[in-house]
């Protein structure tokens, strides 16, 4: 038998959820540094330098890993692009 659950549905859906349109938040949690930066242009090729990127930073925060979430919202997609 399973001991108590330490979160609530809910509880679990918003800590799993990434920041959308809070500008703090997405320059806070996706912002890159240069070291990531080399990293993303020098070991990978132009069509999935975007994607790498976006697993970098969801692993990052919220700490989770791309099948473990439900959904992007466009304006981390497009903090993370830019």
Do not use: C
């Amino acid at each position: 038998m399973r001991g108590k659950e330490l979160l609530t549905a809910e509880q679990r859906v918003e800590f799993m959820q990434i920041p959308s349109d809070n500008d703090w938040d997405l320059g806070t949690y996706y912002t890159f540094s240069q070291h990531d930066l080399d990293i993303i242009n020098n070991h990978r090729r132009d069509h999935n330098r975007l994607g790498f990127a976006v697993q970098l930073a969801v692993l990052r925060f919220p700490g989770w890993s791309l099948s473990d979430l439900k959904m992007i919202p466009d304006s981390a997609l497009s903090y993370i692009a830019k």
